[in-house]
Every structure is written in structure tokens, then in C-alpha cells.
């Protein structure tokens, strides 16, 4: 496996828990923002944060602002769309939804709706994505239940768009576009949904449940803007593969057990998260081609951060002792990487 | 626990141990429920340090809780505060962090043992001692930086010539005995140096002794505040005694920075002070110029290294011939000051030795000891002069209540490791023994047979194992630390893993994260069977709380065969019953989950929910085509011998309406006596005594074969 060299790499040690964390899109030209769902084992508090990212020789994350929840951050999402003031939505491990609207001067909390626990889901909310001008919320859960949250001037509202009563668990889901998403679930699974289309998932991916052991979870998806039709998918035993809904039976498998020779297994630990990977140097943006898979970064259980690609060697950027929980790219600086490491503290680091 | 006798207070008892009493804690229990409240109260562990405490509500008022809309008991769940696991690293997120960075020097230190103890069976060779020494070097640097760093913050540019001492972080204890150790037992290599590191150390930690007893560090803090306010130093008795408590404990670069504050170097007095200015500055320059028998001098600190002892030998006679020259040189005569000539004469009588002038300079035995090594004997070398020593200084300056660091010093020049483990557990706790053992086994065979030799009264564990299962029980009392435990705990050959299956065990598993947590744990120390367990436990949970999909998924994970088959058998229920679409919905899907593997008779659940299917079709208009395809499958289904014979039945009495179709019939001849045949071998079969009767109306027998034979007549006038 390949390493990449880093420009630079920094450890902050935090003394709470980071849940998940995610760079917030420029709220001013000089000031980058990172928001971060943390848990205090001490206080047994939980709440999400704005801290002002300071990216020197000695990086610093100052915390500006912050809104405590009720329990466990389960997933946390931005708006990633910049020149609009940003938004964050969070969902509980209670099951409770908070949307967050931060201040563009001072990064405080200027306003805050939520949704309370058993309202959207029975038990936990494992996922939830946010549109990308911030007008809609799609929320799953292990119950089984899918749920859309509109975001309006007078508040939040929600509809079931489908429930499966407890028959199909999902756990994570991504918007394609402004009327479809995708979710993922046990055994691999991946379902296609469009608004247009109500009732049920357009398109299912079965996945291998019925291959017993070797059957995993999908822990996250990823979509890229320009390529709608393809699914990206990470989850237990390092898989990671790719879903072309114009193939529908036939994945690209990027990394896993049991693939064939061509592609290497870059952990045999879940894979937390998955992102395309934005960050390009010259040589590989000659390298892409309409048929490939876009280079993804995913991180692991085991403390593995890579760029996986479709074909290549998988290039490591993190090998950490302890499990990387979370990750996300600046968009706009898709040099810079922030994770959240088990051990209870963010890794910051600048790609050469 | 080791070390521990029994009989405290005994004279005969290695260290003073008395189990503090303590106050019994209150916590208020936040239940939030009405009165009264039954005096029952169910207690038990929960994860960690917590208790799980539930509260009832009285039975008499039980009866009215459902117009109340009130509950009838409570559980919570009630964190006890732990205790502190040492008495400075109070803040439990600061100590975790030193938790989580010692897990993988230990890790990678035991994986270097195991792969050299492999290696050395194979070529039983000596090197080993050598190679193994710099590791555990490294892995106690590693550790030591964990501790926290004496690194002085970062001073303004222009130094203040009025600040005597370096404003450094406050250095922890831990720190402290953790560089004990590592002097004496990690760094072979600079064993020959051990006074000068003493000599360092003292300088990093003395602050830590101030605590119950003066020390030249609290003297020296103390002069710096009156410092502000004086002018003319050279006139206080305050200011020759910092210089001479500093000298003493070989604090040059202080020394030095005082002397130069002396009024004689003021411009305006040069003139008619030049001989005392002189004097002054000659001893400042001979205090620098100190010969140390060092390898290398830290920044800013004075002194002239020498490498080996004959050079040293060399510089310290040259050294110490200056020092009595200057000493019987004609200008002190000339010095009129006569507080700065006596003050400079002690100096000079401190550097040569005087053992009572520097009794005096110094506050405890440990600073006495190292004015010692620096003035007195600098080449004491051996265990045993240096323990002789110590007590020397200890009869010089005996304390009543001897710091925890002294007496860690002592257990360490006395090389009675039983003294250092108590010390070192009863002082700093589960973690630092665990990690320390690495440092006090290292080369050290007697050590190493006391450590590791299995003990009966601990139950056949080794002391090294004890301690470590000690810091694994720790280490598991945390939600956010129970994870590293498995390191520590499969290094314990014993119980290690058996307590390690009881700790994945004991992890709420119904929470899918600690679940994959578990698995992968699981994964990585080959506990199969465990995982398998954890995942029966998650499915049967979640099946029993409505995820049926997530529930079949971990069964269908672990392999559970005989609860799956129990599942099959629940789904079988279904048959011929008269159910709901959505409930037909939910049935099918679970089919679909439990796939077509052969258990218990899936196959036919798949033929019957095909069948079912198409029934369903026929119900929702007057389709003959699809009435036509749905008595093909009930054909098919009636054929295949996967079908029970108890399903007959009501696969017939489910059809009925295809049995009595209103346009042509359905079945042809062969078809209709086929399946009037099953009937008749159905009645035989009923008068069997095990033959199980299905929750069908007793007339249904009847009525179908009344259909059939409907059907039976109308397929003959139809074929003829």
C-alpha cells in the first residue's frame, strides 16, 4: 500500500468524545469554522459546537459557540453550499432532529428547531442527510422508518415516505438530488428512492444478505454531484463498493473480502465513513475517466485513512492506533482533512 | 495486595499502611416518581462504575396507575464518583489522555518480547539483553512524554535579569517517580552518570518535595518575591543564602545569575569596588567552569562536561586546585565588604566540600545527598554506596513524614522491588505499576523471578499478571476506556482471556455500536464463539422489539440455526389463516429475509407465498387469466412433496373461490381428482392419533370436497 506524504499532521486532543465533526462553509472571507457533536463522559453532557479552525504551525480549535442536546450526536450534516449562510442538522441517538441555523458574524447559535425524540423514529435516528440548499432532511432508522423533514420560515415538517416496520433497518442515507436519495442498510443492501415515485424504493441493490458471515452493513453512502446514477457505499469488513444504477446487479467493488485479485483490501475493519475524495494534483486529474469510479477517501475502524481507487493501489494517509470514527474534506480547501479519532481527539491534517 | 503485610503499624511491616476510613457517600436518587414508594429498591452493577438502581412505586397504588398515566416504577442508572487513581492527575479527561498514549508503547513493547522470545528459542542467544534494553528505553521515553513535559513556557524575549526561576509548568509526581525509574532501571547505558541525573532531577521535581517541608526551591521562590523590593542585595543574609542553597544542590546557572547581581557590578560603584568585583566574578566564573561528568549539558545550564572518569579525574583536581588558590589569595584582603568576603569564602568552602557548611545550605536529605554526589563524592557508583549514603543523610536530616518520592527513592537504592511495587501502587495506582513492571524486570532477573513466578495465594497468577488484570478492571469501569482493556488483559496469560470473554459479555451488546465494537474486538483476539454470542443476543433482541429484519440479520450472522428454525416454524403459522395485506406484506418480507436456505421447509414458504400471490390477484378483479395461473401454482404447491401434509387443508380451504369459479372451471379432470385424492389420504391420515387438527372451521372438510366435486362434474361436462 502506498502512503502519502502530509504537509501537515496534528493531533488535538479533546477532553470530550467527538461524535461526529464537519467543516462549515466559509461564514466570513478570513474565519473557517469546524462543528463538532461531542459527548463528556465526566458530565455525561452532549452538545454540538462551532469552533473557530485555526490552521498555523500549531493548529487550534477555539470553541465559539455551543448548543447542548439531549443525548448522543448520531449523525451530523452541513449545508455545503457556500455564498448562502450555512446550516447544520443533527440527529440524536434519542431520536430527536435539531436544526441549527449558526450566526455568519460571531458563530453563535442565532435560532434552533427541533423534532423530539419518538416523533420520527422509534429508537435512535441512524442517519440523516441534508439537501444541498437546505430546504429538505431525509432521516432513517433501524426501525425502519424513512422520514422527510422540510426545512421552512415557519419551522420544521414531517412526512413518512415509507416504513418498513421494522423489517428492513437502514442505516444511512444520502440525497442525490432534489427528489431523489438513497439509503443502505444490513446485508449490504442499498435502496433507490424517488419522491416522484411514492410507495417504496425505485430500485434495490440486495446486496449479499444471504451470504451469511461474510454479509455486512452499509455504514455511508456518498453521491457525487455529477454522477447521480452511481452510489458509493462503505461498511463492515472494509467493504467499499460502488452501485451504477445502469448496472443495476453488478457493483464495482473497490476494496473487501472476498473480492477478486485486482482489488486490494484496504481494512478488514468497518468502514466508517466514505467521501469522493476532492483532492486532485494534476497527474490524477489526467487519470479520470468517465468509466471509473472517482477516487474516494474512507476511514476505519482499525485507524486507516485512504484514498481508495479503482484499479490502484490504495494510498494511506492515517494509520492511527485507535479507530477513526469520522472524517470530512474542506470544499474549499480539499487539502485539509479533519477526523475524529476514538482515543478523544480531532487529527488535522494538510495533504502535499 | 504484594508488599502489603498484615499488621499495620507492625515495626516489622516493609511500608506504613493504613486503610484510611472513609466517610460513607450519599447520593440522592433523581427517580422522579409520586409517593409512596415501596421500600423495595432492586440494586446492581451496570456498566463501569455505575449502579443500576430500580425504584417501585407501591403495589396498592399500582392499580391506579393506568388512569394516572403514571408509571409504576423507575430505573436509573447511578454513577458513583471513583476514586482519585492519583491524587494530582484529578482531572479525569487529562488522565484518560495518558491512558490512551500508553496503550501503544505497552502493546508494541509486548509484541517485541513475544517476537524475541520466539527468536531466542530458536538460537537461545545472548544479544538478546543488549537489543532488549534500548526497546525498553524507548518505551519508557515514550511513556515519560506522556507525563506531561518540564519544557519552561515561552518566556518573553527580554529576560527580567530579576527572575531567578524559569516559570515552568507544575510537575506532576507521576512524572517524577516515572524518571526515577527510568534512571535506574531503563537507562543502562548512561549508568555510570546516575548522580548528575539525580542532579537534573532534583532540579525538575524539587518543587514537588516543598509541599510538607522547606526545600531550596521554596527558599528560592521565597527570596525571588522579596527580590523586588531590595536594593542592595549583597547586604541581605536572604540573598547569600539562596546562593549558597543553590550552589549546594548544583543549580549553577542560578547561582550565577545572582552573583551578577551583586552591587559591585553596578557602573557607578566599578571604581571603588573593582577588588570586590573581582572576587565576585572569579567565583561566578569557577562556579561555571564546574567539571560534570556528563556526556552533555542542557541548554542554559553551566558546567564543563567530561566524558570519561580519567578526564574528569583531571579537570576536578585542576578544578578543585583553583578553588584553594582563590581561596588563599592576598585580595580578599582588600575586599573591605565584609559580608560579601565571608558569604564567597562559604561558597568556595561549598564547592570544596564542607560537609556542615553544606548541611546548612541544604533543607532535606535528598538535597543533602545530591550535594553529595556533586561536592563531596562524585564517584559513588553501585547500588549499595549509594543506599549507604543515603541513609548517611538521612541520620544528617531525618524527616518525620517522608514524601512519597523519597521513599520511592529509597525503595530503589535499598533494590527491594517488593518496596518499589508498594510504593509505587499504593502512591500512584493500578496504571503506573502496570506499566512500571516493564522498567523494573528489565534485566533485572531477580526482579523478574519475583514479578513473574506464580504465586498460590494470588491464585496462580504471577504479581506482573495481578497487577495487570488490577488496571484491566479499571480501565473496563469506563464507558470510553473499556476498549483498551483487551490489550492488557491477552497479555495476562492466565485469566486474561477469560476475564476478557466475561468483559464482552458483560457490554450492552443491544446497542448496535458497542455490538460492531464487540465484534471487531472479537475479530482481532479470535473469539468466534463470543462474537457469535453477541450477535444471538442483539438478534433476539431486536426481534423481540420489532426489528425483525435486523433481528433475523444477526441470527442469520451467528449462525444460529435452531433459532432461525424456530422463526420458519412462527412463519408457518401463517398458512391458510385469513390475514390483512399489510400483515401479508410483513409475512413476505420475513420469507424474503430468512432466504431460500433450506430450513425447515422454507422452500414450500416461497412455493405458498407465490401461490398466496397470485390469489391475491384473483381477489382484486375477474381475471381468468390470473385465476388460471393461481390454480396452476395450487396444483404445483399440491404436488410438491416439500408441502406438510397439515397444509393441505387450508391451502384448499384458502382456494376455495378457484374451486367455485363462476365462469369456466379451473381444474380439469386429472387436476380435480388429484386433488380430491389428497383429501381422501387427508381423512385417513385425521384418524391417526398424532395428527394435528388446524384452527379451521369444522365444517371446512366438507365444504371443500363439496367444491371439488362441483368442480370435478363441471371439468367432465367441459371435456366432453
Known amino acids: 500500500m502506498a502512503t502519502e506524504t502530509l504537509k501537515q499532521f496534528h493531533r488535538l486532543p479533546q477532553s470530550t468524545y467527538i461524535d461526529a465533526l464537519r467543516f462549515l462553509p466559509p461564514l466570513s472571507a478570513f474565519d473557517r469554522y469546524v462543528v463538532v457533536g461531542s459527548f463528556n463522559s465526566d458530565t455525561d453532557e452532549t452538545s454540538i459546537g462551532i469552533h473557530a479552525f485555526n490552521l498555523t504551525d500549531a493548529p487550534t480549535l477555539t470553541l465559539q459557540s455551543s448548543f447542548t442536546t439531549s443525548s448522543r450526536i448520531s449523525s451530523l450534516k452541513v449545508t455545503q453550499k457556500s455564498l448562502q449562510n450555512p446550516l447544520i442538522a443533527a440527529s440524536t441517538f434519542a431520536g430527536s432532529l435539531h436544526i441549527l441555523f449558526p450566526n455568519p458574524i460571531d458563530a453563535s447559535f442565532e435560532s434552533e428547531v427541533s423534532i423530539p425524540e419518538k416523533t420520527l423514529h422509534l429508537g435512535p435516528i441512524s442517519c440523516l442527510d441534508l439537501q444541498e440548499n437546505g430546504s429538505a432532511c431525509v432521516s432513517v432508522g433501524e426501525d425502519g422508518r424513512v422520514n422527510l423533514i422540510s426545512v421552512g420560515d415557519s419551522g420544521l415538517d414531517y412526512r413518512r415516505v415509507f416504513d418498513s416496520k ?35 424504493p425505485v430500485s434495490q441493490f440486495k446486496g449479499n444478505w444471504a451470504a451469511g458471515a461474510s454479509s455486512g452493513i452499509v455504514h455511508s453512502i456518498d453521491i457525487h454531484p455529477s454522477r447521480k446514477h452511481t452510489c458509493l457505499a462503505g461498511g463492515s469488513y472494509g467493504t467499499v463498493f460502488a452501485w451504477d444504477l445502469r448496472r443495476q446487479q453488478q457493483p464495482i467493488i473497490l476494496s473487501g473480502i472476498g473480492t477478486s485479485d485486482t482489488t486490494s483490501n484496504i481494512s478488514s475493519s468497518d468502514v466508517w465513513e466514505v467521501q469522493y475524495d476532492t483532492f486532485m494534483t494534476s497527474s490524477s486529474h489526467a487519470n479520470i475517466s468517465s468509466e471509473r469510479v472517482l477516487p474516494v477517501m474512507i476511514c476505519s475502524e482499525d485507524g486507516i485513512l485512504a484514498v481508495v481507487k479503482q484499479g490502484e493501489e490504495p494510498t494511506e494517509i492515517l494509520a492511527e492506533n485507535c479507530a477513526i470514527n469520522s472524517f470530512d474534506i474542506d470544499r474549499q480547501n480539499p487539502s485539509d482533512v479533519i477526523c475524529s479519532l476514538e482515543w478523544e481527539s480531532i487529527a488535522i491534517l494538510t495533504r502535499a | 495486595m504484594p508488599g502489603l503485610l498484615t499488621g499495620s503499624g507492625d515495626s516489622s511491616s516493609l511500608v506504613p499502611f493504613s486503610p484510611e476510613p472513609s466517610t460513607p457517600a450519599v447520593y440522592p436518587l433523581h427517580h422522579g416518581l409520586k409517593p409512596p414508594i415501596t421500600p423495595r429498591l432492586s440494586i446492581s452493577w451496570s456498566s463501569g462504575n455505575s449502579l443500576r438502581v430500580s425504584v417501585f412505586r407501591s403495589p396498592e397504588t399500582a392499580s391506579t396507575i393506568g388512569e394516572e398515566g403514571e408509571v409504576g416504577g423507575k430505573v436509573i442508572e447511578l454513577k458513583l464518583s471513583g476514586e482519585d487513581v492519583d491524587g494530582e492527575v484529578t482531572d479525569a479527561a487529562r488522565w484518560r489522555k495518558i491512558v490512551y498514549g500508553s496503550v501503544s508503547p505497552f502493546a508494541h513493547l509486548q509484541n517485541k518480547k513475544n517476537a524475541m522470545a520466539a527468536f531466542s528459542e530458536l538460537r537461545s542467544s545472548a544479544p538478546y539483553n543488549v537489543e532488549w534494553s534500548k526497546y525498553v528505553l524507548e518505551y519508557s521515553k515514550d511513556i515519560n512524554s506522556l507525563l506531561g513535559n518540564n519544557k519552561s513556557n515561552p518566556s518573553s524575549l527580554i529576560e527580567d535579569p530579576r527572575t531567578v526561576l524559569k516559570n515552568v509548568e507544575e510537575p506532576s509526581s507521576l512524572k517524577a517517580a516515572w524518571e526515577l525509574l527510568e534512571i535506574f532501571y531503563a537507562n543502562k547505558q548512561s549508568q555510570s552518570w546516575i548522580p548528575e541525573q539525580l542532579v537534573d532531577w532534583l532540579t525538575d521535581y524539587d518543587s514537588l518535595l516543598s509541599g510538607k517541608m522547606p526545600t531550596v526551591h521554596s527558599r528560592l521562590v521565597e527570596f525571588q518575591a522579596q527580590l523586588i523590593n531590595t536594593q542592595t542585595v549583597e547586604n541581605e543574609a536572604a540573598y547569600w543564602q539562596a546562593i549558597s542553597s543553590a550552589l549546594s544542590v548544583g543549580w549553577l546557572d542560578i547561582v550565577v545569575k545572582l552573583l551578577r547581581l551583586h552591587g559591585s557590578y553596578q557602573l557607578n560603584q566599578l571604581g571603588t569596588r573593582e577588588t570586590e568585583n573581582g572576587l565576585v566574578e572569579a567565583v561566578a566564573v569557577l562556579i561555571s567552569k564546574m567539571p560534570r561528568m556528563r556526556a552533555d549539558l542542557p541548554d542554559g545550564k553551566l558546567g564543563e562536561c567530561c566524558y570519561n572518569k580519567s578526564d ?279 420469507i424474503e429475509l430468512m432466504g431460500t436456505e433450506s430450513k425447515g421447509g422454507l422452500e414450500f414458504l416461497h412455493k405458498y407465498r407465490d401461490f398466496k400471490k397470485s390469489l391475491q390477484q384473483v381477489q382484486e378483479g375477474v381475471v381468468t387469466d390470473a385465476a388460471r395461473k393461481a390454480g396452476e401454482s395450487l396444483i404445483l404447491i399440491m404436488k410438491n412433496p416439500s408441502t406438510p401434509q397439515r397444509f393441505w387443508l387450508p391451502l384448499l380451504y384458502d382456494s376455495m373461490k378457484l374451486l367455485t369459479w363462476q365462469g369456466a372451471p379451473l381444474l380439469n379432470v386429472s387436476q380435480s381428482n388429484l386433488l380430491l385424492n389428497k383429501l381422501q389420504e387427508l381423512s385417513v391420515a385425521r384418524l391417526r392419533p398424532d395428527f394435528v387438527e388446524v384452527g379451521l372451521p369444522p365444517h371446512a372438510l366438507s365444504s371443500v370436497r363439496a367444491a371439488l366435486a362441483t368442480n370435478l362434474g363441471r371439468a367432465i361436462l367441459e371435456e366432453c
Open chain 1, 166 to 200: 421494522g423489517l428492513v433497518s437502514y442505516t444511512a442515507a444520502r440525497w442525490a438530488s432534489p427528489t431523489e436519495f438513497a439509503t443502505g442498510g444490513l446485508g449490504n443492501s442499498l435502496q433507490w428512492w424517488d419522491q416522484r415515485r411514492p410507495g417504496g
Open chain 2, 312 to 590: 574528569f579525574m583531571k579537570a576536578w583536581e585542576k578544578w578543585r586546585a583553583q578553588i584553594t588558590k582563590l581561596d588563599c589569595s592576598a585580595y580578599w584582603l582588600q575586599c573591605s565588604h565584609h559580608q560579601t568576603k565571608e558569604n564567597l569564602k562559604n561558597l568556595l568552602q561549598i564547592m570544596l566540600g564542607n560537609i556542615n557548611i553544606l548541611s546548612n545550605a541544604t533543607c532535606h536529605w535528598v538535597e543533602l545527598y545530591i550535594a553529595h554526589f556533586l561536592y563531596i563524592r562524585p564517584f559513588t557508583s553501585g547500588l549499595e554506596s549509594m543506599y549507604v549514603l543515603a541513609q548517611k543523610c538521612i541520620q544528617l536530616k531525618p524527616t518525620s513524614s517522608p514524601h512519597k518520592l523519597m521513599s520511592l527513592i529509597i525503595g530503589i537504592l535499598g533494590e527491594n522491588t517488593e518496596v518499589i511495587l508498594a510504593e509505587c501502587s499504593k502512591s500512584f495506582g493500578p496504571w503506573m505499576i502496570t506499566h512500571a513492571t516493564e522498567l523494573l524486570t528489565a534485566g533485572n532477573i531477580q526482579a523478574e523471578i519475583l514479578l513473574k513466578e506464580e504465586r498460590h495465594n494470588l491464585g496462580g497468577i504471577s504479581i506482573e499478571e495481578s497487577h495487570r488484570l488490577v488496571y484491566a478492571q479499571v480501565l473496563s469501569s469506563h464507558a470510553l476506556t473499556w476498549q483498551i482493556a483487551p490489550i492488557y488483559l491477552i497479555s495476562c496469560m492466565k485469566h486474561g482471556v477469560g476475564l476478557l470473554e466475561i468483559l464482552l459479555y458483560k457490554q450492552p451488546v443491544y446497542h448496535s455500536q458497542v455490538l460492531l465494537k464487540n465484534i471487531e474486538i472479537c475479530r482481532l483476539y479470535e473469539l468466534d464463539s463470543v462474537s457469535a454470542n453477541a450477535m444471538k443476543i442483539a438478534g433476539v433482541h431486536n426481534w423481540k422489539h420489532g426489528k425483525k429484519g435486523s433481528g433475523i440479520f444477526w441470527l442469520q450472522q451467528a449462525g444460529d440455526e435452531v433459532r432461525l428454525n424456530r422463526i420458519a416454524q412462527n412463519l408457518f403459522d401463517f398458512v391458510g389463516k385469513s390475514i390483512s395485506d399489510e400483515s401479508f406484506e410483513q409475512w413476505e418480507g420475513l
